[in-house]
């Protein structure tokens, strides 16, 4: 059994060790804020965090969890929104939205090591998330905004 | 049900179709809005009290239900058209529910595709919104008994100013109901300083969900009871299962069976591809299992197909004369008086459509029906699918269209959901079928590859007297029909049959191209390649003249006039053409703009910068695009800023629409960069985001500016138009900054490292 928490929660897992994070959260948790992009975390879209990190839980085996703190996009908003998600609604960055939940993850571990990113540091932060629909402009717009927000 | 067929872009299939069991028609309109016919699943709409057509429903608590019948991929159209219907309702939008429908033929067409939503079904929700405005202020007048002419609405009320009297919709919705559903002519149309919303924008009704992770796409639907597919598809177009190993899948804990898909029946359509399915407890199990199939494949005359080797056969057929498709003055005899001549070939690869969401679908089989979910552009294609594979009624397939996770075309044709469904029927439990990265890039529906030949020749001052094009590409009805070669109407009128120059004289052809993988439609389809060729030979010709490119562009558009391609047979996408005419004024002024607001020719670009413009209309919408672009010593480029100047008629959400052509500067910088799509033996070279990569944050454009200029024009296209003139408009910078043309795409065939 290995045991972890996501969003919290303690949890314990029995199953294969080998299945990556991100099907224990969407398959066997149900949650399916986190997404499947590639599968071999080219993409950015599974983007959680353990212990305040981003991972990429499609390439995070559960073997690797035990003790572990796993946020995920439904977790980091519990008492409203966070402040990047309040400026990624400000800025109005979604289209399609399917990797908007790893872009997020990714830009609130971005600012927690980097409060105040500069261009250079957005691009070297953010540039394992892809967005196909091309949101990047408001992206890195949105992190300014979030980067002026009280930590 | 009275219905106004327009000639669509597929027009063409209804012919070809055969079995009918396709419905890729026409734009089907719904004239009349109360459809008679019981609908599969109602609506709330549909319950509420007062409910006068199909999209929209009001209930006594006031709460306004507005069906959207279009497919939310990204573009916020589940948003803008209930939007029209709100503003013509004089409806408090925060009382709005939007509802999304599932596939049904009564809503008229629900393809979500060639940027049409809005100009296809802006006047039917006008006339929505407006019969239920209509019926709000009888009622309030009779209540009152005075005149209807003394009554207007004031958000979500009817106000009677002379007595003071206000009533909510609410309060109306009941009285409304019991009276007669007035007729189109009878309404009376919000002016436009009235609007609310239109020309406005509001933000997306999912804004908030798709920011918190609660959004529902078609990867997260779950039933009880269902189980996960992962299939093997046969790697080389058209193959077949020779033998595979039932047992060793089963090694794998979570996998349950596996289950042989039966091969599609030429022509492929949107039927499954055929393999091998691994049948598991979750996704993650029937992705291993599959590794552990082995299977031994019956590749099929495909197996000969090498991109390389095809590249070159459709340069010699665009060298040859092919069919003239449009033919002006005499280019023969032009060309035969000696004087200069420049030509150029042109080439684009196969491009992947690579949506964030691969291809899934979750589909139950029960009593006969189908009940699938799945994140389609075409819910009414799904029906006609799965009817086709199953052997059922259409009416007992019912579609639930769920958000998607992009689509760019690809999600236009259902085969995945084709899949869950035949699967679901073998296996009688609801089957959820999940594609891999590789899967989607492996088994695609591709923008075709494309080869151009130009040639021109020049007076004295650098301008064209006579100007021949060749278009070579294997047709998207390749899928419908094995034996297309050549580009149908719709696709060759794609930024190809209406070149816009005035040049007297003037020949337009097209050659054949057997297709070997399918075919199928992608952001802006055959403008892609087509303004691509047209805008880098534009770009080449004004250099040779020693023009100012800008310059040059325009005087090749010329003065304002509209073009006559009626002896062409040109489709216009599927609009009239008095309605929706080609007139140049109006890519001449989008020009301008761009031209103007990015600057053009007032600053000097540092060592190794440059500056390029193009311009193109799609989709009935014309756009100019200047890019700048900043190109390393070791050939690696940056593009620090866009301007695009966009003149798409009416702009029901201007927001929106800039966040649209925003994310085409950043799909067109994909296709220049790194798009491209190769083939060994049939098989597909590439596989997921390393090998098909696509732009990143570090790699897109820093800053896109987008001018949507004023117009009185009805609306036309906004998701598509803009890649069109983005990628010319980037190599023509690319020339500028290092004096290397670009004539094959992507930018990794041409080595842009200084002194290279």
Redesign the interface.
Same mark, same amino acid.
């Given at each position: 059994m290995i045991q972890l928490k996501v969003n919290g929660v303690a949890r314990s897992f029995g199953g294969n060790p080998e299945m990556p994070l991100l099907w224990y959260l969407r398959d066997v948790l149900g949650l399916t804020g986190t997404k499947f992009g590639c599968g071999v975390a080219l993409c950015g879209a599974c983007t959680v965090h353990r212990d305040g990190d981003a991972v990429r839980a499609c390439v995070t085996p559960m073997s690797s969890l035990s003790g572990a703190n796993i946020t995920t996009i439904e977790g980091i908003g519990t008492s409203g929104l966070h402040p990047v998600q309040a400026a990624w609604i400000q800025h109005n960055v979604p289209q399609c939205g399917y990797c908007q939940s790893g872009q997020i993850m990714q830009a609130i571990a971005l600012l927690r090591t980097t409060p105040k990113p500069s261009d250079q540091q957005i691009d070297d932060g953010m540039a394992g998330n892809i967005c196909r629909c091309g949101t990047y402009q408001r992206i890195r717009a949105a992190i300014k905004t979030a980067a002026k927000e009280p930590a | 049900m009275s219905a106004i067929y327009n000639l669509s872009r597929r027009g063409f299939l209804k012919g070809i179709a055969g079995s009918g069991a396709l419905i890729l028609g026409a734009h089907y309109i719904p004239t009349v809005l109360w459809a008679d016919e019981p609908a599969a699943t109602r609506t709330q709409a549909d319950l509420a009290t007062l409910h006068p057509n199909i999209f929209v429903g009001v209930d006594t608590d006031g709460t306004v239900h507005i069906v959207a019948h279009r497919s +939310?991929?990204?573009?916020?159209i589940r948003t803008s058209l209930p939007m029209v219907v709100a503003d013509e309702l004089d409806a408090d939008w925060k009382r709005v529910k939007v509802e999304q429908a599932i596939g049904d033929p009564r809503y008229g067409d629900q393809n979500t595709d060639g940027s049409h939503s809005i100009r296809s079904f802006y006047d039917t929700m006008r006339v929505a919104g407006a019969t239920a405005r209509f019926m709000m202020i009888q009622a309030a007048a009779q209540q009152w008994a005075v005149p209807a002419s003394e009554c207007k609405t004031d958000l979500h009320a009817v106000v009677h100013s002379a007595s003071g009297r206000r009533l909510g919709y609410g309060e109306l919705a009941s009285a409304a109901s019991k009276l007669p559903v007035p007729k189109k002519e009878e309404l009376q149309f919000k002016k436009k300083d009235a609007w609310r919303y239109v020309g406005k924008g509001m933000? @997306?009704v999912?804004?908030?969900d798709?920011?918190?992770?609660? %959004?529902?796409?078609g990867?997260?639907v !779950?039933l009880d009871g269902m189980v996960?597919a992962s299939i093997e598809h046969p790697p080389v177009f058209g193959g077949k299962v020779k033998s595979y190993d039932e047992k060793a899948p089963l090694q794998v $804990?979570?996998v349950q069976q596996t289950l042989p898909v039966d091969p599609f029946k030429p022509p492929c359509g949107f039927q499954p591809l055929g393999g091998v399915a691994v049948i598991a407890?979750?996704?993650?199990?029937a992705?291993q299992g599959r590794k552990k199939l082995n299977i031994a494949w019956d590749n099929g005359p495909n197996e000969t197909y090498n991109s390389d080797a095809y590249a070159k056969e459709l340069h010699e057929t665009a060298r040859q004369p092919c069919k003239a498709i449009r033919s002006e003055g005499d280019v023969d005899s032009a060309f035969a008086k000696g004087g200069p001549v420049f030509e150029g070939d042109y080439y684009v690869p196969l491009l992947a459509h $690579?949506?964030?969401?691969?291809m899934v679908a979750l589909a139950e089989f029960k009593d006969g029906k189908v009940t699938a979910w799945a994140p389609t552009q075409n819910p009414q294609a799904v029906q006609a699918i799965v009817s086709q594979e199953l052997g059922i009624p259409k009416e007992n397939v019912v579609c639930h269209v769920t958000?998607?996770?992009?689509?760019?075309g690809r999600k236009s044709k259902p085969d995945y959901v084709a899949e869950a469904a035949v699967l679901s029927k073998k296996l009688s439990r609801p089957v959820k079928v999940?594609w891999? !990265?590789?899967d989607d890039i492996k088994f695609d529906y591709y923008n075709a590859v494309a080869a151009m030949y130009l040639k021109a020749s020049l007076d004295a001052k650098g301008k064209p007297t006579a100007w021949l094009q060749r278009s070579v590409f294997p047709p998207i009805p390749s899928i419908f029909d094995v034996n297309a070669v050549y580009g149908d109407a719709g696709h060759m009128a794609q930024g190809w049959t209406d070149m816009p120059y005035d040049i007297p004289n003037l020949r337009i052809e097209n050659g054949p191209a057997k297709a070997h993988v399918r075919i199928g439609w992608l952001r802006s389809v055959a403008n892609i390649y087509h303004a691509f060729a047209i805008q880098t030979f534009t770009d080449e010709l004004a250099h040779r003249a020693g023009r100012d490119p800008a310059d040059y562009l325009l005087d090749l558009i010329g003065p304002p006039r509209t073009l006559d391609l009626k002896a062409t047979g040109y489709p216009n996408y599927g609009a009239s053409p008095d309605t929706y005419p080609w007139e140049t004024g109006r890519l001449r002024h989008v020009t301008e703009v761009a031209i103007e607001k990015s600057g053009w020719g007032k600053k000097k670009p540092g060592k190794g910068s440059g500056i390029g413009i193009a311009a193109h209309r799609s989709f009935l919408t014309y756009v100019a695009a200047v890019v700048e672009v900043e190109v390393s010593d070791d050939g690696d480029i940056k593009i620090p800023r866009v301007d695009m100047a966009v003149d798409a008629g009416l702009v029901v959400n201007p +927001?929106?629409t800039r %966040?649209?052509f +925003?994310? $085409? %500067?950043?799909?067109g910088? @994909?296709v220049a960069r790194s798009g491209e799509i190769t083939a060994k033996g049939g098989v597909i070279t590439q596989s /997921?985001?390393?090998d098909y990569p696509? %732009?990143?944050? /570090?790699e $897109?454009?820093?800053?896109?500016n987008v001018y949507i200029v004023e117009s009185d024009a009805p609306p036309a296209g906004v998701g598509e138009p803009g890649v069109p003139p983005f990628i010319p408009a980037l190599c023509n910078a690319i020339f500028a900054a290092t004096g290397k043309r670009v004539r094959e795409l992507p930018l990794t065939r041409t080595n842009l490292a200084r002194g290279a």
């Open positions: - | +939310e991929m990204g573009t916020v933000d @997306s999912d804004l908030t798709l920011c918190i992770g609660k %959004a529902q796409y990867m997260d !779950r996960y $804990a979570g407890d979750n996704t993650w199990a992705f $690579a949506s964030m969401e691969p958000l998607l996770g992009g689509g760019f999940v891999t !990265r590789e +927001e929106i %966040a649209q +925003e994310g $085409a %500067a950043v799909f910088t @994909s /997921n985001f390393d696509v %732009a990143r944050i /570090n $897109a454009p820093y800053q896109t």
